[in-house]
């Protein structure tokens, strides 16, 4: 098990949960994009997509779901470990053909099945194989955090521009109706102004050889890998862009935390004064959005898992049946690819939150400080 799964029922109900889900909610455009118009016009020319890095993510979460995308399907691989591919070929019918390492990887744009590439490995190889697969033909999809620094991320941007490929970031709680419903509670307004967001996310890591506590390879510790769901959802539910931050760090353990940080917390204020208020570690697990607005308050605990989110508004409890956040993430970006339009997690928006993580390592270098964004 992963550290964000919760349970496994979301498959059961994933047909309820899109005609009633939907329908009862007023859920806003991903979920109408992909789950209640109908595409299947557009069956015959499903874009192939190749997942690049077979690790827990791809192993466990994408190609599972890659199983139940309407408009998607998992086309071909990229791994460095050989014993990997015969493996996977036979699991997901993989062709030889669409099997690559990194090192043939370029060969790629010569492939006419594979017209999206999935970037899954340790953060600091995110720029470079998304840069490899713009300038190979391929759209992209890259995983969070974008890259590890604003520069890499800009270059990936320019990149896909260039190359004339879309880039689309894995922000797969944008497709969570729980997460829709928060973010518009801004949008709609139906409890008046949002006036303060509250979130953290954090889990306690084990194995302390892994890339995720090695800089060279993860960038930073808590905040790079789960931080970010809390400045996304700061983000999205604010519906403004934070312009200062402070942030304080804390370690129970320099060993094993040397190289990157354990526990971080930090306050973002938003152009109209307001501010949010978050905690990230690897040290212990919480797992929570309270988005307050003037009349009422939305809570979602957990917020950022897989499935199994929980959650009320108003003092009302959430109860959607959610579709599979990865099914639907990459069923609306194959759309995007397919109808020529941009995807609401664009590489814009992993920029901005790249932004918000080097202000937060900013403040921490200075003491503390009060950084601008
Ligand atoms: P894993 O460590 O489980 O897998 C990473 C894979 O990358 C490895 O299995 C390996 O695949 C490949 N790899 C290539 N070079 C290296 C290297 N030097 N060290 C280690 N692995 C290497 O990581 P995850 O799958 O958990 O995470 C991958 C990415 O996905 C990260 O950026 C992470 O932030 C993101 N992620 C996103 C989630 C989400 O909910 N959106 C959830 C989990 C992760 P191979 O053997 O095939 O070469």
């Not at 109908?38 to 994408?62: E, F, H, R, W």
């Not at 043939?104 to 999206?116: G, K, P, Q, T, V």
């Not at 829709?180 to 949008?187: D, G, P, R, S, V």
């Not at 040290?283 to 959005?289: E, I, P, V």
């Amino acid at each position: 098990m992963t550290h964000f799964g919760t349970n496994d029922h979301s498959r059961r109900n994933f047909i309820k949960n899109s005609a009633i889900g939907i329908a009862g909610m007023g859920i806003a455009a991903p979920f109408t994009s992909v789950l209640a118009v109908d595409k299947t016009s557009l069956q015959t020319k499903k874009p192939g997509i190749a997942l690049v890095g077979l690790g827990s993510y791809s192993t466990n979460q994408l190609a599972p779901a890659l199983l139940e995308t309407k408009h998607c399907y998992l086309a071909g691989i990229v791994t460095g470990t050989k014993e990997k591919e015969k493996v996977w070929a036979e699991k997901y019918n993989i062709p030889a053909k669409n099997i690559y390492n990194y090192d043939n990887f370029e060969s790629i744009a010569s492939n006419d099945d594979i017209a999206i590439i999935y970037v899954v490995l340790p953060n600091s190889m995110h720029a470079e194989f998304t840069i490899k697969a713009a300038k190979a033909g391929k759209h992209v999809i890259c995983e969070k955090p974008m890259a590890v620094s604003v520069k890499e991320c800009n270059d990936m941007i320019k990149a896909c521009k260039d190359n004339n490929v879309k880039l689309s970031i894995g922000y797969r709680l944008q497709f969570s109706p729980y997460h829709e419903k928060m973010i518009n509670l801004n949008k709609e307004r139906p409890f008046g102004k949002v006036t303060y967001v509250s979130s953290q996310f954090g889990f306690k890591i084990g194995d302390p050889t892994q890339w995720r506590l090695k800089k060279d390879l993860a960038g930073g510790g808590a905040l790079m890998d789960v931080g970010i769901y809390c400045v996304q959802a700061a983000r999205y539910t604010y519906g403004q862009e934070p312009v200062a931050l402070t942030a304080q760090e804390f370690k129970t353990d320099r060993k094993k935390f040397k190289e990157v940080d354990e526990t971080i917390t930090w306050q973002m204020e938003f152009p109209d004064g307001s501010v949010s208020n978050h905690t990230t570690s690897y040290s212990f697990g919480t797992n929570h959005l309270i988005v307050s607005t003037e009349k009422a308050r939305g809570i979602l605990m957990p917020a950022y898992s897989y499935d199994g989110l929980k959650g009320s508004l108003n003092n009302e409890i959430l109860d959607f049946d959610a579709p599979n956040q990865q099914a639907v993430q990459m069923d609306n970006f194959a759309l995007n690819v397919l109808e020529n339009t941009e995807s609401i997690i664009s590489g814009e928006e992993g920029l901005k939150d790249m932004k918000v993580l080097e202000a937060v390592y900013k403040s921490l270098a200075s003491g503390n400080k009060r950084v601008n964004i």
